[in-house]
C-alpha cells in the first residue's frame, strides 16, 4: 500500500509568492490597460479586452490581504518614489493608524513582493 503524502494547506503568503513569480516572469507577454498609456488603448482597443484579460484574472486570483498589499507596494514603490526617496513616507502615511500587527503584515508582504520582482544581486 502506497501511502499518500499530505498536502500542506496554502499559507497566507503562497498565493502572493505564485502571483508574484507569475508577475515576474509572464506578465511581459500580455497587454493590459493597468499598464498601458490611453494613446496606447485609443490606437488598438481591441488588445485590451478586460473580460479576457490574464493580468487582471491573475489579479483577481489574489487573496483580500495580498491585493491590498500589492496595492500598497505599487502605490509607495514607483520610479518617483524611489527617485525623490519617499517611498518610506509613502508606506508610513498609507498604515498610519493601523494596527502595528497589521503594518507588520503589510511590510511583510510587501518585502515579498520586492524580493521577487527585484531580486537581490547573486554573489560572484
Given at each position: 500500500?502506497?501511502?499518500?503524502?499530505?498536502?500542506?494547506?496554502?499559507?497566507?503568503?503562497?498565493?502572493?509568492?505564485?502571483?508574484?513569480?507569475?508577475?515576474?516572469?509572464?506578465?511581459?507577454?500580455?497587454?493590459?490597460?493597468?499598464?498601458?498609456?490611453?494613446?496606447?488603448?485609443?490606437?488598438?482597443?481591441?488588445?485590451?479586452?478586460?473580460?479576457?484579460?490574464?493580468?487582471?484574472?491573475?489579479?483577481?486570483?489574489?487573496?483580500p490581504?495580498?491585493?491590498?498589499?500589492?496595492?500598497?507596494?505599487?502605490g509607495?514603490?514607483?520610479?518617483?518614489?524611489?527617485?525623490?526617496?519617499?517611498?518610506?513616507?509613502?508606506?508610513?502615511?498609507?498604515?498610519?493608524?493601523?494596527?502595528?500587527?497589521?503594518?507588520?503584515?503589510?511590510?511583510?508582504?510587501?518585502?515579498?513582493i520586492?524580493?521577487?520582482?527585484?531580486?537581490?544581486?547573486?554573489?560572484?
Amino acid at each position: 500500500m502506497r501511502r499518500r503524502r499530505r498536502t500542506t494547506p496554502p499559507t497566507r503568503f503562497d498565493n502572493l509568492r505564485e502571483f508574484c513569480t507569475w508577475w515576474a516572469r509572464e506578465r511581459k507577454h500580455y497587454t493590459c490597460c493597468l499598464a498601458a498609456s490611453s494613446d496606447d488603448i485609443d490606437m488598438e482597443p481591441e488588445l485590451y479586452d478586460c473580460e479576457t484579460c490574464e493580468v487582471g484574472a491573475q489579479l483577481d486570483g489574489l487573496w483580500p490581504e495580498n491585493a491590498d498589499a500589492w496595492d500598497l507596494f505599487h502605490g509607495a514603490v514607483t520610479r518617483f518614489g524611489v527617485d525623490t526617496q519617499t517611498v518610506s513616507l509613502s508606506l508610513r502615511s498609507a498604515l498610519d493608524g493601523d494596527d502595528p500587527s497589521l503594518v507588520a503584515d503589510s511590510l511583510r508582504r510587501c518585502a515579498l513582493i520586492y524580493d521577487a520582482l527585484y531580486p537581490p544581486p547573486k554573489a560572484k
